[in-house]
């Protein structure tokens, strides 16, 4: 007779959620749900952070979140392959502008040691600016980090969710969760504006909320507020541009903003950070880009913020006291409360979901690996990375692929058609968005967002006015003109 | 009595302020126009302004939704409104050539409201 | 698709007023690519008048101005490819095209006319801070919406931009039974027609606030409102000033840029101001073979001054074509000069003068002014004169000057508004 299968409940679709959900579905006689408030997956900081995947060099050595962020980075590279995701190993350049800044350098070192990361190396300055001719030509000399890498936070975190919704996990979005009952000290189920769902475990991360969650059911010994940084997205026709990730040096009052090349060409530059008493507010400021511009600026000089194509903010989980803790509860058998994960928790989050599993295992959860386990997910095939023969077969077998969307960076119909029909539907323009890139060139969806609509209004057979820019209200149109 | 308007003839904008009786649609001083165009325009605008009202109707079996139409006289100022109702009232079937009258006499007021675009 | 004199690269007012002019100068086959369903690009949703007054002698509306030049190319030797997307133009003048009906193409032709048009500036790019709700949309795109697919965008409207596209969209977000809060302007002037002041503001009891802009938007979901403040000489927020107007929708009228892209890959030599191709008198890139017209050289104002200008371009593109327009070998380089923006062309060529053509200089001023001169001067010698009663910046003049007055001219042609 079989075994009765666990149900366990991940809290928060973001890519810690969605990592340990592709973990635990390695093995067998588990059900997953992961819930999410959301219309999509892809969390809050999760898709909207620096999009570096890190070393760790920088990291308090002897810490958790240290260890799991160092031993996270190596696992990209293969399991981006799987993922059929794109990554880029490019590096990071850490220029000491001033004798000050250079003095610094070898602490930095010396750190980057202690965390095991022994590759960081003196640069000169001929080396720095041969490597990065726009950067300062003040510039004394500094470190380069050849590990830090560079993803798409969103594209990563959708593969993680379409692999593990391939190997059985169900995703339940727009889906809130109101409570959690406990009996005889065991996690019973939880309580959402969906329903009640029953649960053997949940695991805990809400990412910027796991402090209410963990209040459900005690567990909350710290508190949470939101730590906004402020980021812009240059042209990829910027006249300025950095090859590698360019860090500034911390100094004792601020961590600094940085400028890296996005996956898809654009420039990056960022973030600012300002605690919130508000963990939904998410608006970018005047003072937040003038300061972005002003600290960039001192690291290259001539970046053009008339360049901005887009603004964004995303809330990270600032937590007190300040520690990434992952935690089960002898007298709370089922909760596995994750709590400080921060911006290092896009890296972590292979490590992390490593972690969960093994405590749940220590803890008591018996798992055998699934023979039929699947570690390859195909990703969405894009017209504009085909060439010329390529192009021709796709529209031949979709001539839906000949039909272009988004004009700016070239989305046809069958790409957006697949994405919303596909093992985590994208049903809102801002997740065809993030999915495909539609919209979000240098025309900012003027031109294709009307057509997005009408295609997710037929493909969901809907109306146009219940279509949304992403959460449930943010409707993009308020009816018909006649 | 005494109304300022701005002439829209040309991009100068000249304001022209005019003097006169609106009821017995007579003009009795007329200062700061700078051509004969910007003094017909001035008369024409306080005595009984008009607007060509250009909007759209709606449209079935066709590859769009509504169709571009436009009065083809001007409209008193203050009846733009009550047609807009009236217009939103109507839907047209293809074949439409431009041109094509698609509301006869809009609410007796001896305009008509005629299609500016296409369905053939 | 064998033997192509020109590719047109869009299907809108320029492109079919390129069309028509290559079809009289004897091009014998000509393709126009166009990525919507339908001819007349933008024209398509300008349901409004106000066009045709210089170039047909009579007010039309978009649709009715587009009409005039599809009518007329019927029966061309032309070969409409409809829904279709030019992807890239390379180096060696092949241009790439998908469609779900030819699929992936590649065409080469003897002459590129670019008249791709322009884009909207956005919210990213003038950056107004606060929160991203939906409900925020540049004009063109409500525009859209609204005269061609039916969708109202809102019920209670802000309007950032006192151009003509966002006055005329306040009109038509009223007529449509939407309540326009207010119209908000940058500039301590007016950005578009008054004509357009007077019967789409006016009429409607809009208010309009010059020396204001939006600071912020709220909402987290939808837009709930925006924060108004009125700006100093230097165009930065007064503080104390700012005023909250609730609405759902923030349009956005803030400037229109260049569509070029497409030429990303011929490196075509880019005007930093306009952000269009340069051209000269023929409206000529610095790629011989490849000729650009309408607003993707630079903004115009009136569809009437891109119907000219692309004439020009497609009667030496099919000039081109033929064989009868020589290589440019020497250039005059026209610049600006007191007041000033831009001209265009900026070049002009010399080498090709046996004919007596006059040469028409569009430009724009950087501000209003009343009772000037527009002068055009080279070797401080006055080559052109004459008295305007009022100038700005919404307007394109322009002054025609003669060839022959260029004759053993060997430095810059400056043009003034003094």
């Known amino acids: 007779m079989k075994n009765k299968s666990k149900k366990i409940v991940i809290i928060g679709a973001g890519v810690v959620g969605c990592a340990i959900a592709r973990e635990l579905s390695k093995y067998k006689g588990l059900d997953i749900v992961v819930l999410d408030k959301r219309e999509d997956v892809g969390g809050d900081a999760s898709k909207s952070n620096s999009a570096i995947i890190h070393t760790g060099y920088d990291a308090v050595p002897n810490t958790l979140e240290s260890q799991l962020v160092v031993a996270s980075n190596p696992m990209f590279p293969k399991l981006v392959k799987q993922l059929d995701v794109e990554f880029k190993l490019i590096g990071a350049i850490l220029p000491a502008i001033n004798d000050e800044q250079y003095e610094q350098l070898g602490k930095i070192k010396e750190k980057a040691f202690k965390n095991r990361v022994y590759d960081v190396e003196y640069v000169t300055k001929e080396e720095i600016i041969k490597m990065e001719p726009n950067i300062n030509k003040d510039v004394k000399g500094g470190l380069i980090i050849p590990r830090e890498g560079i993803i798409d936070p969103f594209t990563f975190t959708v593969a993680l969710a379409e692999s593990s919704a391939s190997n059985g996990v169900v995703y339940k979005l727009n889906t809130e969760v109101l409570g959690i009952n406990v009996e005889n000290n065991k996690i019973k189920s939880l309580e959402t504006n969906n329903g009640n769902i029953e649960a053997d475990y949940i695991i ?8 209410e969650i963990a209040d459900m059911v005690g567990k909350s010994n710290y508190t ?3 730590r906004r940084g402020e980021f812009f997205i240059l042209d990829k026709n910027t006249e300025c541009k950095v090859n590698s990730i360019i860090l500034p040096i911390p100094t004792k009052i601020t961590k600094g903003k940085l400028m890296t090349p996005t996956i898809h060409g654009n420039m990056l530059i960022g973030p600012t950070a300002e605690d919130l008493d508000d963990k939904e507010d998410k608006s970018t400021t005047l003072e937040g880009l003038n300061s972005v511009i002003e600290d960039v600026k001192k690291l290259v000089p001539n970046v053009n913020p008339n360049d901005t194509i887009k603004q964004y903010a995303g809330n990270r989980a600032a937590k007190t006291p300040a520690v990434l803790e992952i935690d089960m509860y002898d007298d709370l058998e089922g909760f596995v409360n994750l709590s400080g994960v921060r911006s290092t928790g896009l890296t972590a989050s292979l490590a992390i979901s490593k ?7 220590s803890n008591g959860l018996e798992v055998k690996f699934k023979e039929n386990f699947t570690n390859e997910r195909v990703a969405i095939k894009l017209i504009r990375e085909a060439n010329n023969e390529e192009k021709t077969e796709l529209i031949k077998k979709d001539p839906r692929y000949g039909n272009i969307i988004c004009r700016c960076e070239t989305v046809s119909e069958a790409e957006i058609v697949q994405a919303i029909n596909s093992k985590i539907p994208a049903t809102s323009v801002d997740a065809i968005k993030r999915r495909l890139k539609a919209g979000f060139g240098r025309c900012q969806g003027g031109f294709c967002s009307p057509k997005i609509i009408e295609i997710l209004a037929r493909e969901l057979n809907k109306e146009a006015k219940e279509i949304n820019k992403n959460v449930k209200n943010s409707n993009m149109l308020m009816g018909k003109a006649k | ?9 040309c991009p100068i904008g000249c304001e022209i302020e005019v003097v006169g009786d609106k009821k017995n649609k007579s003009v009795s001083s007329l200062n700061g126009y700078k051509c004969n165009r910007g003094k017909e325009y001035s008369i024409n605008e306080f005595i009984a302004p008009v ?11 066709w590859k769009e939704p509504l169709i571009p139409v436009r009065t083809d006289k001007g409209v008193l100022k203050d009846k733009q409104m009550d047609c807009m109702e009236e217009i939103n009232k109507v839907e047209v079937k293809p074949p439409i050539k431009r041109g094509d009258i698609l509301i006869e006499n809009i609410l007796g007021l001896n305009v008509n409201v005629i299609a500016t675009g296409e369905a053939l | 698709m064998e033997n192509i004199d020109i590719i047109i690269i869009g299907g809108g007012p320029s492109g079919l007023a390129a069309a028509k002019a290559a079809i009289s100068e004897g091009a014998n086959s000509i393709v126009v690519v166009e990525r919507d369903n339908s001819l007349g690009g933008i024209l398509q949703q300008c349901i409004h008048p106000g066009f045709g007054l210089s170039y047909f002698k009579k007010e039309l509306t978009g649709p009715e101005y587009y009409g005039k030049f599809t009518e007329q190319l019927k029966g061309e030797p032309i070969k409409f490819l409809l829904n279709s997307m030019v992807l890239n133009i390379s180096d060696d003048n092949k241009v790439s095209i ?24 956005t919210r990213s790019n003038i950056r107004i801070p606060g929160s991203r709700p939906s409900g925020i949309y540049t004009a063109g795109t409500a525009q859209r919406l609204v005269n061609r697919q039916n969708l109202m965008v809102g019920k209670n409207v802000v309007i950032l931009g006192s151009g003509d596209i966002g006055m005329i969209m306040a009109r038509r977000m009223t007529l449509e039974g939407a309540n326009v809060v207010a119209v908000v302007e940058l500039m301590d002037y007016l950005a578009g027609l008054n004509r357009n002041k007077v019967q789409c503001l006016d009429d409607f009891n809009i208010p309009l606030y010059l020396s204001h802009t939006v600071t912020k938007v709220i909402g987290k979901d939808r837009v709930e409102g925006v924060y108004v403040a009125k700006v100093d000489k230097n165009k930065v927020p007064i503080k104390g000033t700012e005023k909250l107007y609730t609405c759902d929708t923030l349009l956005l009228s803030v400037g229109l840029i260049p569509e070029i892209e497409l030429i990303n890959n011929i490196n075509l030599e880019v005007s930093k101001i306009t952000k269009g191709p340069v051209v000269n008198q023929y409206m000529q890139t610095s790629k011989n073979n490849v000729f650009a017209c309408g607003n993707v050289v ?6 009437d001054n891109v119907s000219i200008e692309s004439e020009i371009a497609g009667k030496n593109a099919a000039k081109y074509a033929l064989g009868k327009l020589e290589d440019p070998a020497k250039e005059l380089k026209v610049t600006t000069g007191e007041n000033v923006r831009y001209v265009c062309p900026q070049k002009i060529n010399l080498d090709n003068n046996n004919n007596e053509e006059d040469i028409k200089l569009f430009f724009r001023v950087l501000l209003p002014m009343s009772n000037v001169t527009l002068r055009v001067s080279v070797e401080n010698k006055i080559i052109f004169e004459k008295k305007a009663l009022h100038v700005g910046p919404g307007e394109m003049e322009f002054v025609t000057i003669k060839e022959k007055d260029l004759k053993d001219v060997t430095s810059p042609i400056i043009i003034e508004v003094i």
Request: charged fraction near 20%.
């Open chain 1, 204 to 211: 805990n991360s809400s990412g910027v909320y796991c402090d």
């Open chain 1, 224 to 226: 949470v507020n939101a």
């Open chain 1, 355 to 361: 972690y969960v599993l093994d405590l749940m295992v």
């Open chain 2, 1 to 9: 009595m005494i109304e300022k308007i701005i002439c829209t003839i």
């Open chain 2, 51 to 61: 607007r060509t009202i250009t909007t759209t109707i709606k449209i079935s079996n």
């Open chain 3, 98 to 121: 998908v469609s779900s009906e030819h699929g992936f193409l590649e065409l080469k032709a003897k002459s590129i006319v670019l008249a791709m048009g322009c884009r909207e500036r």
């Open chain 3, 298 to 303: 630079h903004v115009n104002d009136l569809v």
